[in-house]
């Protein structure tokens, strides 16, 4: 059954079962029928009001994970096996990273090696200490 039918449904279920348990307190069938009618119209628009909330919080949960996807993202620039030219690809340590190259469009598979290097002393630093020996 399509949702907004369901959800209109429940609405005026709802606002029927208002009617009676307020008539059940002995008042008239107009009063009660007015209040099952403002029943309706709140339920209504509490209902909208949540649905207004859960889609916004699963579109900012969904909006929040590409985010934290292409955060997680690094990017380099490397050359095709095929055709040797120079592609910038995105990849992640945690995945298997292929791309298609933009030049022969053939598909590769990055590789990633790790590599070693001597710590030294940023330039930075090297001119700060030349700068206080002066
Ligand atoms: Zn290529």
Redesign the pocket.
Known sequence: MNQTIKRVLYTILSCVLITAAVKLFGVSWSIACGIGLIGFILFAYIINILRDIILNRVVMQTYYDEMEYLRRQMVATVS?S??G?LNGVGFRMDQRNEFE?E??H?NNLLSITASTAQITTPLTEVAELVNKKI
Do not use: A, P, R, V
Request: aromatic fraction near 12%.
């Open positions: 095709c095929y055709c030219k190259c030049h022969c053939k």
